[in-house]
C-alpha cells in the first residue's frame, strides 16, 4: 500500500458511510483499480459492490482506528461524522476532505459565520439558541422565516417554517427543541448548485452549474447547464473556489445557492446567495456519471488520491431526475425508453420519499 | 427473489469467473440494482465489487449448486464451463447464454462445423488427432498452416504455426499432443468483430462493427466503426444474427471474423469468414463503456434479466488500447490525458501479456 500523499492503483480507499453516494464512489474507484473499505453502522447499498466492510458505529474510536489502519485515504459520502471520529480516522490515514470542511459544514451557523467571513452573501440568519432569541429574531426578520436546526439536517428534515403569530416555544418544540438559526426568506427564481473539485496541489475544475428543483425540500430534478448568465455562472464558480481554498480543501465540493433577480441600470442582475455547502459528492452532480467527460465520483477519487483532476466536458443538454419511494416501480418503462440512463441503488424498501435511484437524459450536443 | 424468467432489482446474478469480465459485468449490474455472486476457483478482480463470493473448482458439484441455488440467474465470464457443470447449475437456475453457447464455442471442431451447418464460411480446417491426421491435413492446406488445440484455447495459447519440412509429431506435441484442427491460412486484410445481444424473447441488437489489431496474438486495439463497406457490415451482423438465432441464445455473443478481398466485377468484394465464436461479452466491445448509449456489460445483463435491451448507439469514434503487463506504469500519464477513460482491472501482478486494464478515446461525432 502506498504510504506518500499519493495513492497508486491497488491501494484501498476507505468511505464513511454506505448510501448510495457510497456505493457510486465506489463503482468509480473501482474502475480506476481501487479497492473500497466501507465503513457503516449497518448494511447499506455500498457494501454490495466493496472489496471490504466494517459494521460499527460512527462514535465507536477502536472500530474507526482500524477501519483507517487499512486504507490509504479515508473518505465519507456524509457531513455528520462526529469531529472526534474525525480525529480518530485522520490518525491514522489521510482524511479527504479534511476535518476543518466536516466542522464548518455540519453546523449550519458555523458554515454562515465562514461564509460571511469570506465575504460571501447568504440568507439574513439569527442565532437561536431558546424560545426568547426565536421571538427576536422574528421580529427582526419578519414573516415567515425559517427555522433551522444547527445540526443533522437534511432533505428538509429538522426545519419548520415560523409565521406571524405563530408560538415561538412550539415551533422550536417542534424542531426538537435544538440549537438552531433563523433564517429570512429569500425571494429566489432559482435554486443551482456548483459541483467542483480541488486537487491535493490546489488546482481547481468545475463542472457547468446545475439547476435543480425540489419537491416537498427534496431535490426531484437537475438540469444543466444552469439557465443563469454568463456572468452568474463565472461567479458562482469563482464563490465555490473561493470556499474550497479557504478550506485547503481536497476533494468534491458541492455549494448551493439561490439566484435572485434584482433590478440593476437597465438590465436585470442574477445575485447569489449561498445556500450550504456540502463537502462531498452531491446528487445533483448525478448527470455527470452519464453526461460528462468525467463524472464527480471518479472526480472525487482522482481528487483524494492526489491525482489530476479530470475534464469537466458535458456531453449535451442534461435533465436529471430522482427516482423517489415507489415511483422505483417505473424501472421497467425506464428501460425502454431509448437513451435512459437508468441507476438504482439497490435498496430493498421503498419508503415515501426514500432516494431510490435516479434517471438522465441526454440531448448531445450540435 | 424473483424466480419467473425475468428478473427484478435487488435479484442476484451469478457470475463464474472472476476476472475483468465479471468484474465489469458486477459493475454494470450494481449500477440497475442488482447484486453479483461470483463464483471462481481463486480471488479475482470481480471479487472486489461484488456482494458475495465463493471459492471453489468448477468441477465442485456441491458448490455449484449451492451457488446457482442462490442466484436468479446463471452467468459466464467464458466460455471453458465443464458441460457437466453447466448441467449443475442448470438444474439450479436459468443458465444464460444456456448450455448449447457453452458447448458449441468451446470445441474449434464443434464450432467450426456448426457454421459450416448454417452455411456461414470459415477458414479451411482439419480435425486433427494425431501425427498421421496432421501430415494429412498439411498436405490438403499447404504451408504454412496453424494448428490449434480443439478445447482451452485463448490469445494464442495452444497454437502453432506448422510450415513446409516441420515435423508434424513434434509440432504435435508442442501443443500438448491434445486433440486439435489444423486450419489454412486466411489472407485477411482486417480482422473485424460483433458485438451483438439477443434477448430472452429473440430480439436483437449489435453495437456497431470493431476493428481489432493483434499482437502476438493478444487484442491490442479496436476502433470503431470498422473501415469496411455498408454491405460487409450488414453482412456481419446477419450472421451474428444467424448464429444467435440458432443457438436461441440470451446475452451477449460475440463473432470474430476475417475480411478478405477478393476481385469482384470492377470492385472489390469483401468476403466474410467467420474466425471464432465468444459466447460472452468480449474485449473488443469495451469502447461501448464509454461511447456507446448502453455498455456491452449493461446490454448482457439486460439480456440475461429478461429485460429489454438498450439502444446501441455510438457517441463518435473510437478507439481502444488494451494495456498490457508493465505498462500499466503509465496509468499516471493516461490520467494527465484530457478525454482518455481510463479503466484498470485492479491486478496485483503485472506479468508480460497480460490484460491490467484499457483506455479508450472519443472523438465526438459531428
Known sequence: MSRGPQLVP??????????????????????????THVFAPESGPAFDVCAERTIAGYEDASALAAFAAKCAVVT???ENIPAASAEVLAAAAPVRPGPRALAVSQDRLTEKRFLQSLGIRTAPFY??????????????????????TRRFGYDGKGQA????????????????????????????????SVVAARGLSG?????????NEHDNHILARTRAPARIGAAAARRSVEIARTIGD???YVGVLTVELFVVEEPG??????????????????NSGHWTIDAALTSQFEQHVRAICGWPLGSTGRLGEVEMRNILG????????????????????????????????????????G
Request: charged fraction near 25%; hydrophobic fraction near 40%; charge should be negative.
Open 10 to 35: 491497488g491501494d484501498t480507499i476507505g468511505v464513511v458511510g454506505a448510501g448510495q453516494l457510497g456505493r457510486m464512489l465506489a463503482l468509480a474507484a473501482a474502475r480506476l483499480g481501487l479497492r
Open 76 to 78: 465519507y459520502e456524509f
Open 127 to 148: 442565532q437561536v439558541d431558546d424560545a426568547r432569541s426565536l421571538a427576536q429574531a422574528q421580529t427582526e426578520l419578519g414573516s415567515p422565516a425559517i427555522l433551522k
Open 161 to 192: 417554517t415560523i409565521r406571524e403569530g405563530d408560538d415561538p416555544a412550539a415551533v422550536l418544540h417542534g424542531i426538537g427543541d435544538r440549537p438552531a438559526i433563523l433564517e429570512g426568506r429569500v425571494p429566489f427564481s432559482r435554486e443551482i
Open 203 to 211: 488546482e481547481f475544475a468545475a463542472f457547468d452549474i446545475c439547476e
Open 246 to 248: 479557504a478550506l485547503d
Open 265 to 282: 441600470e437597465g438590465e436585470t442582475i442574477e445575485s447569489l446567495l449561498v445556500n450550504e455547502i456540502a463537502p462531498r459528492v452531491h
Open 326 to 365: 415507489s415511483d422505483a416501480q417505473n424501472w421497467r418503462e425506464l428501460l425502454h425508453e431509448p437513451g435512459a440512463c437508468l441507476h438504482l441503488y439497490g435498496k430493498r424498501e421503498a419508503r415515501a420519499g426514500r432516494k431510490m435511484g435516479h434517471v438522465t437524459r441526454v440531448k448531445p450536443a
